[in-house]
């Protein structure tokens, strides 16, 4: 789309105050370009993020160089956006971040601070607002509306790609229940994928998708929700956190080092939602009650060391075991039950000790099966992550893997031909997508490999303009060795999913390698290489095993 010749207003730098880069950056917009040049001195960071932002989307630029920064804002006309980066002087005594916000409203040219002119701005000119109320990609904004308002944030940090994020987007945040509890927050949905947003999952040691965070005016985390939850059971946590009156955590951490019983369990679920399993233990061990968070902070304590080293296999399986004594009827030690089955690739060297407890499994997971008041009891006791609506679908894929590790095949096959039949009859819909990419895994356990194939071909057509769904089609036909079907789907994925453009770039550099087409695949790798995301320490293994590739075309 070409650009609109319109007048914006422009407001630089967030700072209220000067700064040593202030001043050493020079714009141009010609030709559908945003061009920004660097006064002598001074280079523009090409290691930190930089990006276009337009109704909660972001774009990288085209040209990222010391000396030259471009953003193509073809698809942009019209619309508010806003460009950020980062400045540097050459002496590398500072390096600061520059913002450049534009408004599609007509209006002078100036040079204020962003903060001096953000609070006479409406909310609608300067920021994204979704269609269930959340702030899309603007921490600044929220906070500054909490700040005014006298409200807390409750931040949503997900993905698109992640199956409990997308449920909670179309399954609750949409509800009437959710809209009326979650009226006194400022709501702000963050996509963890952007670049943008990288360092605030980062500052919060966010370590799982969905996380929800409650933030107080200032940005500080008074509380946090971890994984899909339904709407009765979010809106529930949600008022008994709000009624609480939450100010700090150091105040609850006071008190729960005073021996406060309620404040030591509000510590350890809290370290367990942060994945902080260590402190999850510590706190569970000190109120001493023997629950399932405490059971999984422990294993997944031990599980984190490397198990090859006998003294920490041993150490491991003794946590396992632990629990199973302990809760010996929970899903808890069913799954530590398969957890030590688990260790073992060859199955016939599996202790005696371990078969019985497999026959165990077996004889639980079967009952189960048989009886769904049974399964919802079960999980309800459970409440470590909530499976709805695959509870019977969970029974039976954990029945399977128990009974394959017991090498009953004849068991094995008959749970299998009972999963299939249960996945075949699930009233599923494209208009619960989250729904649909929880499920997959269960298909796949159940070797319905058609069916994974006509869903995911469902949600493309149901969703055509969302990358998501087309990577996730040319995973399945990469797994199903048929390229030739892959590479439109890659090819799609990269066209419309800058937020992973670079792992999505890698994947069709691989199909394009299967398919013999070596020069499309050189120039997939140069385009995934010339991202900010290459340079990256996290995706340092990613990098290499590109350049490994294009040496081998």
Known sequence: MKILISIFALFFSLACFARLTDGKVQVAVKDNKWTATIASGFHFNKEAPAALMANGKEISPSTKEEQKMVFDISSVAGKSYEISFYVCDDKKTVCEEHKFAYRSEAGLVGDKPLKAVRKELPVSSKVHVNSHGFIENNLEAALLKASKEKKLVLVDFGAPWCPACVRLETEVFGTAEFKKASKKLVKLALNADMQTNKEFGEKYAIRALPTLLILNEKGEELYRILDFKPAPALVAELKSVLSKKLTSLADVQKKAEAGDKAAMTFMAEQAFNRLDLESAVKWYAKVGEMNHFYA???????????????????????????????????????????????????????????????????????????????????????????????????????????????????????????????????????????????????????????????????????????????????????????????????????????????????????????????????????????????????????????????KSL
């Open 296 to 550: 999984y902070s422990e294993m997944g304590l031990a599980a984190d060391k490397d198990l090859k080293d006998q003294k920490n296999r041993d150490a491991y399986i003794a946590i396992l075991k632990k629990w199973i004594q302990k809760q010996p009827e929970s899903y808890t030690a069913i799954t530590a039950r398969n957890d030590w089955a688990g260790l073992y690739e060859d199955k016939k060297k599996i202790p005696a000790e371990l078969k019985a407890e497999l026959q165990k499994n077996l004889e639980l997971l079967s009952g189960f099966a048989l009886s769904e008041e049974k399964t919802k009891k079960l999980f309800a006791e459970w409440k470590v992550s909530d499976l709805a609506p695959f509870e019977h679908e969970e029974i039976l894929a954990t029945l399977h893997t128990s009974s394959t590790a017991a090498q009953n095949e004849k068991l094995a096959d008959a749970v299998k031909a009972q999963l299939q039949q249960s996945l075949q009859k699930k009233n599923l819909s494209v208009d619960r997508p989250g729904e649909i990419l929880a499920g997959l895994p269960y298909f796949r356990k159940a070797g319905l490999a058609k069916e994974e194939g006509e869903w995911l071909q469902k949600l493309v057509t149901a969703y055509p303009d969302t990358y998501v769904y087309h990577m996730k089609l040319s995973a399945y036909y990469v797994r199903q060795k048929d390229f030739t079907k892959a590479l439109p789907e890659a090819k799609k994925a990269v066209e419309l999913g800058s937020d992973l453009k670079f792992m999505n770039l890698k994947n069709l550099a691989e199909i394009q390698k299967n398919l013999k087409l070596k020069d499309e695949a050189k120039a997939s790798i140069d385009q995934a290489l010339s991202l900010p995301e290459a340079k990256l320490e996290k995706y340092k293994a990613t990098t290499t095993a590109l350049t490994e590739m294009k």
